[in-house]
């Protein structure tokens, strides 16, 4: 892990790859989650629909864009921080780890069983975790 905080400079031009590595591996880990989740374990991950204001099953789709949106994010930030920050790599490392810790209120906060919010929360980590590897290792 040491290597992957160095501070060697961080190819910017490599970031974009690097997010769409990360996000790829991401995305490919949540389906997985929502697959063994749905139906292996025959949960139907009730979520609430802010459009038509009702409670139903979370879509496989919104796994995806979410993990996706999450992946851009990553990158963007870390983009902004190779530019404005003395250690990029572990200033970026620090900012990820936070945000995943504060990603996990929103799912705990939803009115839905703890089998769907454990789901939740695990996706983030999965969201998480490769993008902010791929995006300190693959930049370097």
Partial sequence: MDDLLE?????????????????????????????????????????PDPVAGV???????????????????????????????RRPRRTFLIVSVAFTIVSFISPALLPTDLATILVLEIAHVLAAVPVTLALLRDTR
Wanted: hydrophobic letters at 65%.
């Fill in 7 to 47: 501070d060697t400079p961080v190819q910017a031009g490599r970031i974009p790859l690097a997010a769409v590595r990360g996000g790829a591996i991401a995305i490919a880990a949540n389906l997985s989650l929502y697959l063994v989740a749905t139906r292996l374990l025959g949960l139907t991950l009730p979520v």
């Fill in 55 to 85: 409670v139903a099953p979370l879509p496989i789709m919104a796994m995806v864009v979410a993990t996706a949106v999450g992946a851009i994010g990553g990158a963007l930030v870390f983009a902004v921080l190779a530019r404005t920050v």
